[in-house]
């Protein structure tokens, strides 16, 4: 499902390889998955890994907060934290730790 509501402003490009979205609030998981790691960066905002199946991981940038932790388990389309005010909402896929294109996991959202 889409991770957010909002416009997408950067599409995946093999050397730039993520999304981003012009979005506000919440931010939810893109598919079912556990929570593999929480953390900041030095201006305070979060940055959220996800583990899915079949070696997929989703990476969330530019969090302002969370109540997920490590080990918790998310469906599609769980809330998993709030986008940091005046920031996109960036969003690395990867499959065996290489980044891909996520567009395929957006397809099925309304």
């Known amino acids: 499902s889409l991770p957010c ?3 997408l402003v950067h599409s995946w490009e093999t050397h730039a390889p993520y999304v981003s979205f012009d979005a506000k ?5 893109i598919a079912d998955g556990e929570v593999m790691s ?3 960066d030095s201006a305070d905002q979060l940055s ?3 583990r899915h199946e079949k ?6 940038y530019h969090l302002a907060a969370t109540s997920l932790r490590e080990g918790d388990q998310v469906t599609a389309g769980h809330v ?6 005046d920031h996109h909402l960036v969003l690395d896929v990867r499959r065996n730790g290489l980044s ?7 397809e099925d959202s309304p």
């Open 55 to 60: 070696g997929l991981e989703s990476i969330y």
């Open 100 to 106: 891909i294109d996520p567009t395929a996991y957006f």
């Open 25 to 29: 609030g919440s931010v939810s998981a």
């Open 38 to 40: 929480i953390s900041h």
């Open 48 to 50: 959220l890994r996800i």
């Open 5 to 7: 509501t909002g416009t």
């Open 80 to 85: 998993v934290g709030t986008l940091q005010n």
